[in-house]
């Protein structure tokens, strides 16, 4: 009986008004957890240590401590605010709306735990635990909200001008628009220079942990398969993977044979129904398999 795996959708084919209601309802449902884990390490981690590592929160650290009158949460929320309407000015409404959400959400989180969970010390201390706790909320959450087209406003905005005009990675963005805030820390609590130390650390290793966790999100497999049986992998990849593929002549240096090589990129879950059927149908197919969470064109990302 001939091999008949399960048919997946083509990524070509307009998508119908249900499909692009529930992308959306799906995409805002991850944006929502991506806030609050941002949250999380805001609020419970970031602000009692008063850890400088970035972002409109930082810059509420700072400034609280410059101003006692006023809270770390209603800096955030007047700094977002400004940096909203810049948002929409570079990016357009569909960015600025998603961010728009993150950001009212983020603030409306931060003044609820300050309410219901009122802190005014660190919760455990471990200085460097509640560094990496921090880091890692905020990181892992704009990461999340990145791969969904938003930000978190604040100096993420400023990062993603940065990468759209520079090319940059959005972790080395992140670095540049917030080192400031991480020195300035050193002059904000002269008295705790461990404070700025740890900021700079903090700085960099979330902008580490958002590339990378990006490109976990975005990442892809490469195949370079050398087989004689071209036409049946070929029309396995275009008939039930819908993906498009490239043949190379090809000639074994040491048998000297002619095979066809062929190159295609899939998601991870095409990529496991293709090494079964390479192992099926061609057992004595030489396949080479990579990671790339790089791949721009259609049916992968698209860059404007």
Known sequence: MPFKPKELPDVNKPKTKAQRVWGT?????????????????????KFPNHFSVG????LA????????????????????IALLIVALIVFGKHFAIKTIYSTVLLSAATLVFERVWPISAPITDQKFLELILTIGGIAIGSAILFSQGASSGGTDVIAMIIKKFSGADI????????????????FVFPDHPEICL?????LVLKSFIVDNVIDGFNRNKYFIIVTNKEKEACEYIHNFLHRGATISKCI????????????????RTQAGMLKKFLKETDPTAFTVITNSSDIVGKGFRIVS
């Open 25 to 45: 309802v799906l995409s805002y449902l991850i944006i929502t957890i991506g806030t609050l884990i941002i949250a999380v390490g805001i609020y419970f981690f």
């Open 55 to 58: 972002g409109v929160s930082s």
């Open 61 to 80: 650290v700072l400034l609280a401590e410059l101003i006692p009158a006023v809270s770390e949460s209603q800096i955030m929320s007047i700094a977002n």
């Open 171 to 186: 972790g080395t963005a992140l670095l540049i628009s917030d080192a400031f805030m991480a020195i300035a820390s050193g």
């Open 198 to 202: 740890y900021s700079i650390v903090g």
């Open 252 to 267: 074994g240096s040491y048998s000297g044979e002619e095979k066809s090589m062929i190159t295609t990129v899939l998601n």
